[in-house]
């Protein structure tokens, strides 16, 4: 019987083709939301975590009192001894120092006399070690618009939007004027190496770029660092792994009393992260499960209305002597069918549309230039365990029970009447 309903489904398209494609249309609808959402958490988490937070952060008790206002005098010492310690405890955690700053960069005219000056808020990173993965991690490279990279000392990037306001060019000797880590003044002269656009609205317009080595010099920060973060193996953030690492750690100090005892947090301690991360999962299920009940609604009623449609064809089997009963597990079976093949189709087809987001992304940065938030501008799906069967269960479930209504309508015929009906 399968065999002959599935020949029927296949060479009937009046009969077929109108469901498939609206299970089809609905179960793509479903699997490519899901995976695009899931991208935008993922783009939220790895922006945040590559630029303010790392997977896992050590800094001493008392900069994590104050850390809004990233304070160096109550920076981490000893930087080399803590990071090697770090390694050996947690080899499967990338361990790399970064130093926060901020003041004010002067920009001369040929004459070497102030043509401009700006606030700009700089960032330290080890651009320079060998095997260091900062760089790509922040997606220098990708995100020049002039010029090149850090490639020796004295060398500093400079944000696009500052850039642009104040005239500054790659190759232009620039000042930075600052304090140290004492709080004495400090100032030094650096070269242009490159200007960089990330798309980030909160970087791109007064942000600069140091290497960290350039910075210690710059801010008396010897073998120190603001802040030391880790990241985990594939730069992949998984909450619960990194509460076992932070756990681990802090356990060691826990009878200390030292302020400037280091103390590890990771990316959901910080910056309302927990709360931001939990609100967005609510929301993505929400989304998820009305798309699903709209969905189902949807392939309810075209289950209703395929069966009405085939009112009279179930009179004339009637009439042939088929049971009511055969009628209708036939009537199931070929809308499950129906289901499985339109899920199917549906599923290919927005697995494949996310597949190809994970890689190209969809780009928003004119869209963002206002928003003062941490979010990479191109935003790419992420194809899930989730997506191969979350389209099955509205796509199959309600085509069936929308079939298994309007069966009931094979009960309803009055066999006295098909003569009638048929004339």
């Not at 994970?358 to 935003?379: E, K, L």
Request: proline letters at 3%.
């Amino acid at each position: 019987m399968h065999r002959f309903l599935w020949k029927g489904i296949i060479r009937d398209r009046s009969r077929s083709l109108l469901p498939v494609l609206v299970v089809t249309i609905g179960v793509f609808a479903v699997v490519f939301s899901y995976g695009y959402i899931q991208g935008m958490l993922d783009n939220m988490i790895r922006t945040t975590a590559d630029f303010q937070t790392g997977h896992l952060k050590v800094v001493t008790r008392a900069y994590l009192e104050n850390e809004e206002q990233k304070p160096n005098d109550l920076a981490l010492l000893e930087v080399d001894t803590l990071q090697k310690k770090l390694t050996e405890e947690f080899p499967e955690v990338e361990w790399t120092p970064r130093i926060f700053f901020g003041g004010l960069l002067d920009i001369p005219d040929s004459n070497g006399e102030t043509k401009a000056q700006g606030p700009v808020s700089g960032t330290a990173y080890d651009l320079l070690s060998p095997g260091s993965r900062e760089a790509r991690r922040i997606g220098l490279q990708q995100s020049l618009v002039a010029g090149h990279v850090i490639q020796q000392s004295n060398e500093i990037i400079i944000s696009y939007d500052f850039a642009d306001r104040y005239q500054v060019r790659p190759g232009d000797t620039v000042t930075f004027f600052g304090s140290t880590m004492y709080g004495s003044m400090s100032f030094a002269n650096y070269t242009v190496a490159g200007i960089v656009r990330f798309g980030i609205g909160q970087l791109d317009r007064g942000a600069v770029i140091l290497d960290i080595s350039d910075a210690r010099l710059l801010l008396d920060m010897d073998n120190a660092a603001g802040e030391l973060f880790g990241f985990l193996p594939g730069d992949l953030y998984n909450k619960e792994q990194a509460e076992r690492v932070k756990e681990s750690f802090n356990r060691q100090y826990t009878g200390v009393t030292d302020e400037y005892a280091p103390v590890m947090v990771q990316l959901a301690d910080q910056d309302f992260m927990g709360q931001m991360l939990a609100y967005m999962h609510i929301v993505s299920l929400v989304m998820v499960i009305l798309l699903v009940f709209a969905l189902a609604i949807v392939l309810w009623n075209a289950g209703i209305l395929s069966g009405i449609r085939r009112y009279n064809e179930f009179g004339v089997r009637l009439a042939m002597g088929e049971e009511k009963k055969h009628i209708y597990r036939t009537l199931l079976v070929e809308s499950l069918f129906i289901g499985i093949i339109g899920s199917a189709i549906g599923t290919a087809l927005g697995i494949s549309l996310c597949y190809y987001l994970q890689d190209h992304g969809i780009d928003y940065s004119a869209m963002m230039d206002s928003v003062n938030m941490m979010i990479d501008p191109v935003i790419h799906a992420r194809v899930t365990p989730e997506l191969y069967f979350i389209g099955f269960i509205p796509g199959g479930l309600s085509m069936l029970i929308g079939s298994a209504l309007a069966g009931t309508a094979v009960y309803k015929r009055n066999t006295a009447m098909l003569f009638k009906e048929l004339d």
